[in-house]
């Protein structure tokens, strides 16, 4: 009943940057948690940076002051500005929502977008 389209990953060189967007579309009557998770080839899916609808915030220790991750006024985009990306951000990031439909409560996924940091 939603989708989430991700955009923005690319190629990038050690210390460039990236911003990646993600828009949900579909049936929901708000989206209380939207947020970005990695997986890096033969490792685990990792929490990269969360933001809840009223603004605050969770990061990964390794992307603190490196990512952040912000909400567009109407609030069902959300992105992740990438700034002194190192070989290992190099990973799959996947967007997430939490969203609400009545007294419904559901998680989905975006398809992923590559993301290579790489000299």
């Known amino acids: 009943q939603v989708q989430l389209v991700e955009s923005g990953g690319g190629l990038v060189q050690p210390g460039g940057s990236l911003r990646l967007s993600c828009a949900a579309s579909?049936?929901?009557?708000?989206?209380?948690?939207m947020g970005w998770y990695r997986q890096a080839e033969g490792k685990q899916r990792e929490l990269v940076a969360v933001i809840r609808s009223g603004g605050n915030t969770n990061y990964a220790d390794s992307v603190k002051g490196r990512f952040t991750i912000s909400r567009a006024n109407a609030k069902n985009t959300v992105y992740l500005q990438m700034n002194s990306l190192k070989h290992e951000d190099t990973a799959v990031y996947y967007c997430?929502?939490?969203?609400?439909?009545?007294?419904?409560?559901?998680?989905?996924w975006g398809q992923g977008t590559q993301v290579a940091v790489s000299s």
């Open positions: 997430n929502a939490n969203t609400r439909l009545g007294f419904g409560v559901r998680d989905y």
């Open positions: 579909g049936r929901f009557d708000s989206i209380n948690v």
